[in-house]
């Protein structure tokens, strides 16, 4: 058979398949275990990376031991907020509770690294302002941090509508009350997102002080609500907190 | 159709020879791909098995509007993850967005908002501000692994983008190819570390660290593969956005409620 084979041919296949044998063996010895198994890339790096150990175990562990202050969290203010938000990591806690304690930061800086007040943050969020709310108190004194009712409900609305009473009052419409425009149920204090407040619905009700012909003060401006604005509502022009910015 | 060829004593054609070069070449591949498929078998016990890849999409929502900026998302990633604290690296930052009422957009990250933010010295009027957190975007079609000459970095079967740290060659090509800067230089491993949806942690069931400290929930997570995963139900109710849609990148992070001037 070999020999059978054209010599020139023959000369040719033996570089040839010493040349295959040595591509094989370098490949075999350079590409890593597992490599293009999966893709482009070592598959036991994926296992590598999903065998990763764990600091943070997730909320469902904790309240299997600590069930009362999970029910008190339940439907408290905090209740969105996990476990390991304030207490640090605790999944080497979970393995041995003796050895391993989660933090706990009775510190004010604690609290106020979410509730200082701050203009970026959402209207609505609590938030106070450290530097006059009871200073040398703790806040934990008055809040429960597991159901953190205010001591008493905040009796001004500037207690959560913080960055509103600061522009308001600025403004000309300063020494209005909320309630002048706003109807606010008795529960929206205790309960403030199932008892939202009423606005303003009408420019009538803007005219009570605005219109030609309103019997409120004369050194308020007035408009023709009949010409003035057209189609649009006035606080689509006029922000009502702060009606001098246009 | 074979031609006799007279006076040769190879009566071997073309066609055959066609054939015999194809047969040896698969006779080469194939026993070496199923040595190679066979050959990875025990890799985990897990992983494969009991959680399918294949089965999962992960993806994750951001509502701007819910962040406070109280940056416990950092904090949590760099102590899960073990993120240098100093150098400033990150994997998941926030930033501050300060526009003015003259129009100038200021954007601040003191220390990838790790430590909270101060209250801003300027006394410019405030037009609006806001956070919005930053995070790998796990793209469909990553940049950064095209790039990777060594195969380092790479797509899983679930849509997550992972670095092998044992492979990578610290090259930082990738780095550079990151349209989002989401990638950074490991000071004490010398290889490339980024983002992995805390990839240890959601195939086996639980949340990314900072989505499970994130006490607003302005982070939500979830497998686009499930029909009950909070992240469909929020790609749903929500005007969805994605950070440089232009570039075709196909991220998995997606926005709610985000303004123009975020880049």
């Known amino acids: 058979m070999w020999k059978r084979i054209p010599e020139q041919i023959r000369h040719i296949v033996v570089p040839a398949v010493a040349l295959v044998v040595i591509y094989l063996v370098v490949r075999q010895l350079l590409i890593p275990y597992g490599f293009g198994l999966w893709g482009h890339y070592r598959a036991p790096s994926v296992i590598q990376n999903a065998e990763l150990s764990l600091k943070y175990a997730g909320g469902e562990v904790c309240i299997d031991c600590h069930s009362e ?152 401006p007035r408009v023709d609500l009949e010409s003035h604005g057209g189609k649009y509502l006035c606080w689509e022009c006029h922000y009502p907190h702060m009606p001098e910015a246009r | 159709m074979r031609k006799e060829r007279p006076g040769n004593g190879h009566d071997q054609s073309r066609r055959d020879f066609c054939r015999t070069i194809l047969l040896g070449t698969l006779s080469l591949v194939v026993p070496g791909s199923v040595i190679g498929a066979t050959g990875t078998k025990g890799l985990s016990d897990w992983y494969g098995t009991k959680y399918k890849p294949k089965e999962h999409l992960y993806a994750m929502g951001i509502k701007v509007d819910r962040c406070i900026g109280c940056g416990r998302c950092v904090d949590a990633c760099k102590r899960e993850n073990n993120v240098p604290d100093y150098p400033f690296y990150t994997r998941t930052w926030i930033e501050r967005y300060i526009t003015t009422e003259e129009g100038q957009t200021i954007v601040d990250s003191p220390n990838g908002g790790k430590d909270g933010f101060k209250a801003q010295v300027s006394d410019k009027k405030l037009l609006k501000t806001y956070f919005v957190p930053k995070i790998c975007n796990q793209c469909h079609k990553p940049p950064c692994v095209q790039v990777c000459p060594v195969g380092a970095t790479y797509k899983t079967d679930d849509g997550v983008i992972l670095v092998d740290p044992e492979y990578c060659i610290g090259c930082r090509y990738c780095i550079q190819a990151c349209p989002y800067g989401m990638r950074y230089f490991h000071p004490k491993t010398r290889v490339v570390d980024k983002c992995t949806f805390c990839y240890h942690r959601i195939v086996k069931g639980l949340l990314p660290a ?24 929020f790609v749903r109710f929500n005007k969805i956005f994605v950070l440089k849609p232009d570039l075709n990148t196909e991220p998995k992070v997606y926005y709610a409620d985000l303004d123009m001037e975020v880049r």
């Open chain 1, 69 to 220: 202050i999970a029910l008190a969290k339940k439907t408290g203010y905090h209740r969105g907020v996990a476990c390991e938000t304030c207490h640090g990591p605790a999944y080497a806690h979970t393995q041995d509770q003796e050895k391993h304690k989660p933090q706990i930061n009775r510190a004010r800086q604690a609290c106020l690294i979410c509730h200082e007040y701050l203009p970026s943050r959402p209207t609505g969020f609590p938030q106070v302002v450290a530097d006059s709310h009871n200073p040398l108190k703790q806040c934990i004194a008055c809040h429960r941090p597991h159901d953190p009712k205010p001591p008493t409900p905040p009796k001004g609305c500037e207690a959560c509508h913080a960055s509103i009473q600061r522009t308001l009052s600025v403004s000309h419409h300063g020494n209005l009350k909320c309630t002048t425009c706003h109807e606010v149920p008795k529960d929206h204090r205790f309960s403030p997102r199932g008892n939202p407040p009423k606005k303003l619905q009408t420019r009538e009700a803007c005219g009570t002080c605005h219109a030609k012909g309103s019997a409120a003060a004369k050194d308020i």
């Open chain 2, 210 to 233: 900072c989505v499970e400290v994130c006490p607003t929930q302005a982070r939500v997570f979830g497998d686009l593969k499930s029909k009950a995963s909070p992240v469909i139900q």
